[in-house]
């Protein structure tokens, strides 16, 4: 059944990580003249979801600075340590009760399309699916769409695993949004930093 075009969605982008991979925090890494998750919220921003929150924890206060004066509502996450399920917690637990469905964004894609964000919430809007993901050329990847219905069972997710094992429980009722292109590519160490400063010089 189609979701009411009407409800809002809200994007959660995950941004309080510790970085250990890397050996530095990958939000505050600079790209064209900002950071990398500016770029990530600007992008997010200029799709068509109606609000944007910014989980942080790991170096707050600069995170908090480095997002400047950007429209985003900011989310402090104090058991960031325990990994990547405890920020997924905090977003879904700071929206307000009207948001129908929440987009999970990564804090270190800055190239995300706003376009995917859209694709993917029109399709929740077509099916009313559960879940809906991206499907790139090359691989699925964020974003990735889960309805309100599914929020009871994310609160109570644990370790660094995000939402996979809630996805793979509805798994018959995934729902895919087609995108023209390869999935935008995370920042882990820094050969892959070094490549993304490659594509936008």
Known sequence: MAAD???????IILAAGMSTRLGRPKQL????GQ????????HALDSCLSSVLVVIGSEADRVRDALGSLPVRLVENPAYGTGQASSLRAGIAALPDEIGAAVMLLGDQPELDP???????????????PVVMAAYRDRHAHPVLLARE?????????????ARAVIRRHQEHVATARIDGN???????EAA????????R
């Open 5 to 11: 075009g009407d409800t809002p969605v809200a994007g």
């Open 193 to 200: 930093y070094r490549r993304l400063l490659a594509r936008w």
């Open 115 to 129: 376009a995917a964000i859209d694709a993917v919430i029109a399709r929740w809007r077509e099916t009313g699916a």
């Open 183 to 189: 999935a935008p590519a995370d920042i882990d160490d």
């Open 29 to 32: 890494l600079p790209l064209g």
């Open 35 to 42: 950071t990398v998750l500016w770029w990530t919220a600007r």
């Open 150 to 162: 599914l929020f009871p069972e994310l609160v109570k997710i644990g370790g660094d695993q995000g």
